[in-house]
């Protein structure tokens, strides 16, 4: 798509997140915690389950597509799931959908979308001592122990997790996370 960046194109590559934005910001998609994600807005909820059943049959779409389908719209998400991360195959699958979506006079994101309409909220635990304070959020979120066993999962893949970056007794970061930045 003119004025985009490419992205690698090996299938298995993780792909840096500007390359992720850079491939699919003009096609109405954002990233969000490790996954593409874009609203189709259709008006109607048997619309909105024809659009996800179409995404659904896509090839390579299993592994790989996520759907929460609403009175008036589907969200879609996308990510390899075996790498919990964004792929090439990934932004493929995402163009695929945004012209499947256009194919029904429809579009994934776009100017006409309200403002910031796909979002998520990721909570990062941070304590002294991570280990001892994780089996209490997972009692109270009613959670399971996430990839890696280091983070905290929901059913519908919405995480929260610790970011590898506890605090001192004095509220100092010991290590800094974020590429070296401090949050």
Request: with cysteine; aromatic share 2%; hydrophobic share 40%.
């Amino acid at each position: 798509m003119g004025g985009m960046e490419e992205p690698r194109n090996d299938a298995a590559t993780k792909l840096s997140r500007r390359e992720i934005s850079a491939a699919v910001t003009g096609l109405g998609w954002r990233l969000l915690i490790g996954e593409i994600r874009a609203d189709v807005v259709t008006g109607s909820l048997p619309l909105a389950a024809d659009v996800a059943a179409r995404a659904a049959a896509l090839p390579g779409a299993d592994g790989h597509l996520r759907m929460d389908v609403r009175s008036d719209r589907v969200t879609v998400a996308v990510r390899t799931a075996a790498a919990d991360w964004v792929t090439p195959h990934d932004i493929e699958l995402a163009r695929r959908i945004s012209a499947l979506a256009d194919g029904l006079g429809l579009a994934a994101g776009g100017p006409d979308m309200p403002p910031r309409t796909v979002q998520m909220l990721e909570i990062a635990i941070d304590a002294l001592d991570i280990p001892a304070v994780m089996p209490f959020w997972k009692a109270v979120l009613d959670y399971a122990e996430g990839p890696g066993g280091d983070d905290l999962a929901d059913p519908l893949r919405h995480r929260v997790s610790r970011d590898g970056s506890p605090t001192t007794a004095h509220g100092r970061r010991r290590r800094p996370c974020c590429g070296g930045r401090t949050r």
